[in-house]
């Protein structure tokens, strides 16, 4: 039977997949390992669940013959499929990440070189290759260049290129940010909520309504959305956190430019349209390019460069078990609680809740880079093995020992004080070091920087912290290490 089957992984949704190109059918597994074998968020499941059938409904119409089968695993899937339509070739653009790549062994199947990210792999390896250190910058202003976004000829629109000191300002007293508008269940949705309490009862988080886009159709919608109603304030505020707020002035696109229902350029080119219209500022359209062509191609240009360098890496010796607040259990810190239940209702965070509440915590604490990503990685919509294991593991963890970046990002409570409202309130006062009162994001941090004093001694982006560290007063340093310590022993706050 002439023709091959395009297979269709959840994160290879784009129409743009090249396997699609000339094929005869399509096939989509839906693996009970992959979906149950890990307690992967509700809201995930269900938004990669009614993506993968919305896109086996689409390509029907569209005349194509469509398997869209339940399996044990992948390998059993793609057999069962082979022998039902004649021993096709199978054929499979090629996953990012490292496990999903081994699909490419299955008998029959046919790996495509190929990606939905906007870097080919020679793209990006001619940037890295030779470089002594792959910073971001560089890349992003390359990135700029040659994708043509946000310029003026050769040089950047409004002559600058990095807008970063407009855009760290603490949230607004008198503005609310716009919250998630869930999607209305349809039949389609119904049916799948009803095979997850079959496929996957031991899933996390609460499945509530769906809250993620699902289609093409539903993610330019969002897009939209976020153009008219968020956009201008992104920039200004998107270190901001509020008691009660998830997304804040973002985008909440990630999910669905991971599964390919968004094209990223697209989203980028919507931006910049705004802002040429003058709706919305440079400092905003620019830090979302900065987000999208910048951090996200560059994060999986590592990860495609440094995957197998990251498995087991925990250069600061982290040895701490993840407390049990990460799953729900009691806590008294007010920011903590607000920002893990946010997760386990709607599987989002934003990025800062992720770095400087989540990361730092497990930074300073000190727990195991391995439980880190394991709770990063089940617990987000937006969570695959590329942009995990950079962001965990080498942002925020520096597991890496800072191959990815210069510096860890450790902060105090008075961090968190600054950006967001949560401490007005909370049993714990951030700018206590010490003793039961002590915020632990404060005494963690003075102990974090004590105990790693000489890893950080020649680094100079470190060097303003260290001597804040040898300015504190001997008996406020005892005050913080005991309180740390005894944090450190049981996590309990
Ligand atoms: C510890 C940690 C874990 C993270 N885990 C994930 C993850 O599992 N999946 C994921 O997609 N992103 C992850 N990120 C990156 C970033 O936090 C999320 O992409 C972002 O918060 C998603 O929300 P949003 O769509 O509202 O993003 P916005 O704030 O609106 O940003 C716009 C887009 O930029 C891209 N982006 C921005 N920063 C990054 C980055 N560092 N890496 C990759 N893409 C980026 C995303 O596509 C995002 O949708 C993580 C960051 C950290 C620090
Ligand atoms: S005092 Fe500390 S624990 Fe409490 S909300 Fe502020 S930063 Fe969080």
Known sequence: MPGHTAWLLAEHLSPANPALAGARRVLLIESATAIGGAPHHRQKLLMIL????????????????????????????????RAAHGDPEVRLLRPVGRRAQRLGRLPGVTMLDGSLFLTPPEEFDAWADGRRRLVMEDFYRRQRRRLGVLMDGDAPLGGVWNL????????????????????????????VRRDLERLAPDAFGSIGPRLWPATPQEARTRLAGFVSGA????????????????????????AAMNLGLLDPLEAVRAVEDAHRAGRVGLASAEGFARQVIGWREYVAGLYRRWSADWAGMNALGADRPLPALFRGGPT?????????????????????ERLMLFGNLMLTLGVRPDEALAWFTTSFVDGHEWVMAPNVLGMALHAD???????????SGAYVKRMSDHCRGCAYDPAVRGGPTACPFTSLYWDFLDR???RFAANPRMRPMLRNLDRLPPPEMAAARARARELRADFTA
């Open 452 to 454: 790693h004093r000489d």
């Open 332 to 352: 008294r810190m007010r920011c903590m609680a607000d920002a893990v239940g946010g997760v386990a209702a709607t599987g989002y965070a934003h990025h800062i």
């Open 164 to 191: 970063d000191a407009e855009n760290r300002r603490p949230p607004p007293r008198d503005t609310a940010p716009p919250e998630l508008a869930p999607y209305p269940d349809d039949d389609l949705d119904r049916e």
């Open 231 to 254: 956009l201008d304030a992104f920039g200004p505020y998107q270190d901001a956190m509020l008691h009660g707020r998830r997304l804040m002035w973002h985008s909440g696109l990630a």
């Open 50 to 81: 009614s993506a993968m059938r919305r896109t086996a409904r689409r390509l029907r119409d569209q005349g194509l013959e469509v398997d869209l089968r339940e399996a044990p695993t992948f390998a059993a899937g793609v057999a069962a499929h």
């Open 401 to 411: 020992g800072g191959r990815m970046m210069t510096k860890p990002y450790p902060a």
